[in-house]
């Protein structure tokens, strides 16, 4: 019993880091200077593995969310509308891809390792579903925005700011 209940724990932080890298390397790739961080559960940094892997920091631990942020905002010109939204669809987008190499590689194994990687297969597409659902999490998955409600307000914002110049 333990060890499929850290098996699912490992699954869904799967899913979230692949979700959350995909956002970094969006955030990375707007300009050669920027850096980011992935973090899993809360911004703290304490108690959790680091791995870097070049501009892109990830504080991993056992979690039930993540995010993504630049690291260092205040080097970087502003953010074009574009960028925006490029960052918000990075995770989506990540969630999706993981997918469908997961759900094709599952096919070359058989038994436990088949069964871990269809299911991390399975819990990228429910994260890709989920995060472009416009909504706010729950407090205990950290309440913020999904991805899909910041991808809305942006769209809208974007929207009144061309009315206003026209």
Known sequence: MLFEVVIILLIINMALFIHEMGH?????????KAKAEVY???SSK??????????????LTIALSGF??????????STTYKQRLIFLV????????GFITLYFTSHFFSG??????INTAGANLFLFVTSLIPFN?????????SDGL??????KENGKQRKEVS
């Open 46 to 59: 304490e108690k959790k593995l680091e791995l870097n892997l070049g501009r892109i920091t990830s504080y």
């Open 137 to 145: 999490y729950p407090s205990f998955l950290g309440g913020l925005p």
């Open 68 to 77: 993504c942020r630049l690291a260092n905002p205040e080097k970087l010109p």
């Open 24 to 32: 970094a390397i969006a955030a990375i790739l707007r300009n050669k």
């Open 150 to 155: 910041q991808i809305l307000n942006l769209i």
């Open 90 to 97: 990075g995770g989506p987008i990540a969630s999706s891809l």
């Open 40 to 42: 899993m559960g809360s």
């Open 112 to 117: 436990t390792i088949g069964n871990i990687i």
